[in-house]
């Protein structure tokens, strides 16, 4: 299998250091060591980048590059972790989980998830820290940086996680609340916004029927026929788009003519095609509770 390469624009777009300053730390300090094609060419290997971003984070610490530049890989790697154990910043914590998931280090993933839920809450975690981390992880797999083993690796945990705080709790149903059936359509898989819907739900004491991902059409008739919902809920994130999406939300609405449809995700987010009149575009997971 082939070594993954990036070239300096490559690093500077996914680290956020400039290549000039990528460069200078070359020179000066011998941080990074790109090797050559048989063209001559210069390139960086997937280790470079962890090492770049590991010395990103510790710079905007404020360790200077010359002591960074006498560490090795492992006294780096530990310098991190001691660093975002006790960091609450949000890019740091971000940082830190990419890192957890680049060695699968599961112990430091979940410590980093724990820290962050006692201290900002479980929601605040999941907006402000796991789904700019999941937008993260998107792109390193788009650009080829990380493997499938090491995405799964991370959104297995936080769907897990996702889970226990579902089940732990206990709705107190009333007069207001609502029957929600939730679900992705066929060959969707991205399903931790709408677990993330879910508990938001569950939590505000609504009728939640989950039914996962890559769902039939028609397997949502059969519920409808068991007991009427007052909201239907699913989530675009990979498989569709352009005339494949529009003509599933129009499916949508005639399916359900006696429902609110809510649509969100990363291809409805730029989606502007007029929606019938049954369908709303949810352009935060906040805005499903109120949106009745």
């Known amino acids: 299998m082939r070594e993954e390469q990036y070239n300096i624009k490559d690093l500077e777009k996914l680290s956020g250091i400039k290549a000039h300053t990528i460069r200078i730390w070359e020179k000066r300090y ?33 360790i200077k590059i010359s002591r960074i530049s006498e560490f090795n890989n492992q006294e780096l790697n530990e310098k991190v972790i001691e660093l975002t154990s006790r960091n609450s910043d949000v890019e740091d914590q971000i940082q830190a989980l990419t890192m957890s998931m680049f060695y699968l280090n599961t112990q430091k993933f979940e410590k980093l998830l724990t820290i962050s839920y006692i201290n900002r809450g479980f929601e605040n975690t999941f907006s402000e820290i796991i789904t700019p981390f999941l937008i993260k992880v998107g792109f390193l797999w788009q650009t080829g940086t990380i493997t499938p083993a090491q995405e799964h690796f991370a959104t297995n945990i936080i769907r897990q996680k996702l889970l226990v705080a579902i089940d732990g709790l206990l709705p107190n149903y009333n007069d207001k609340s609502k029957k929600f059936v939730l679900f992705l359509p066929e060959n969707e898989f991205h399903e931790l916004g709408l677990l993330f819907c879910y508990y938001n739900l569950k939590k505000n004491n ?56 809510l649509i969100f995700g990363s291809q409805i987010e730029n989606y502007n095609d007029p929606l019938p009149k049954n369908v709303k575009k949810i352009n935060n997971l906040s805005e499903i509770i109120s949106s009745k």
Do not use: C, M, W
Request: aromatic content about 8%.
């Open 206 to 261: 609504h009728h939640v029927t989950y039914l996962g991902s890559s769902i039939p059409l028609a397997s949502i008739d059969e519920i409808n026929s068991i007991h009427q919902s007052d909201y239907i809920l699913t989530s675009f994130t990979a498989s569709y788009s352009g005339s494949k999406i529009h003509d599933y939300i129009k499916k949508l609405s005639e399916h359900f003519t006696k429902q609110k449809v």
């Open 30 to 62: 011998a941080l990074l060591e790109p090797k050559r094609t048989e063209t001559n060419i210069r390139y960086y290997t997937a280790e470079d980048l962890k090492r770049l971003l590991n010395i990103s984070l510790l710079n905007k610490n404020g």
